[in-house]
């Protein structure tokens, strides 16, 4: 596991709690910094396993810090901590967005999930095989790179196979969000899924559109899931 490299950005405050001691002893790899762009611009061409922004204990949403490091380090998990009541930004780039409080136990769990060499970040269920870390999707045979957003509204589907689930459901678990009265945003990421995952995805076989409601993930009768593997 000490090959699993992880940079922590967490305020330069003595007093703030940090999260490093935890992750140290689980066995990653921690380089800890305060800002951003000089994490970064000394990453040079070896980037991290992992990035974990702790927005909160410099008492900011750190939407800003999280689209800088998606935008430089592209297809590297990020894991941003917020502080309570933050309105999450959909747009922020984050592939995991946590509020605090927030327990180191918890935070390690889900930086397991995301790391090379944890089975526990792949999902498999019928055709469908899912790489959550490298957000890779491998379906009958042909492979797709996906977005952050995208990974988390397949990730919802293969939680839920078989099961209508509505707009409004799908936009609070991916967008954390509860409004709906613009849903064009969710239907313009299934277009783009469904390229992903179907033979034609103008006549999609395994995400259906169940009108006026939502929609279902169906798989193919002779076809088993298995999850986390």
Request: overall charge positive; glycine content about 8%; hydrophobic content about 40%.
């Amino acid at each position: 596991m000490a090959s699993n490299r992880i940079v922590l950005i967490e305020s330069e405050r003595a007093n703030a709690p940090s999260f490093a001691p935890a992750l140290e002893k689980k066995g990653y790899a921690v380089a800890t910094h305060h800002q951003i762009e000089s994490a970064l611009g000394r990453m040079g061409d070896a980037p991290p396993d992992l990035l974990i922004l702790d927005a909160a204990s410099m008492k900011t949403s750190g939407a800003r810090m999280s689209r800088t490091a998606r935008g430089a380090l592209n297809g590297v998990p990020i894991v941003l901590v917020v502080p309570p009541g933050t309105r999450l930004d959909p747009h922020s780039g984050a592939t995991v967005t946590l509020v605090q409080p927030l327990t180191p136990r918890k935070l390690l769990n889900r930086v397991a999930r995301l790391l090379p060499g944890d089975e526990s970040f792949n999902l498999e269920l019928g055709p469908i095989k899912l790489n959550l870390a490298q957000r890779k999707v491998r379906c009958r045979g042909r492979d797709a790179r996906l977005t952050p957003k995208q990974v988390r509204l397949l990730e919802v589907f293969m939680h839920n196979p078989g099961k209508l689930l509505t707009r409004a459901t799908l936009i609070r678990q991916v967008w954390h969000t509860d409004y709906t009265g613009d849903t064009r945003t969710l239907d313009v990421h299934m277009s783009w899924l469904r390229r992903s995952v179907e033979e034609d995805p103008r006549q999609p076989a395994l995400l259906k559109t169940v009108r006026g409601m939502g929609y279902r993930l169906d798989l193919p009768a002779e076809s088993g899931g298995r999850e986390g593997r």
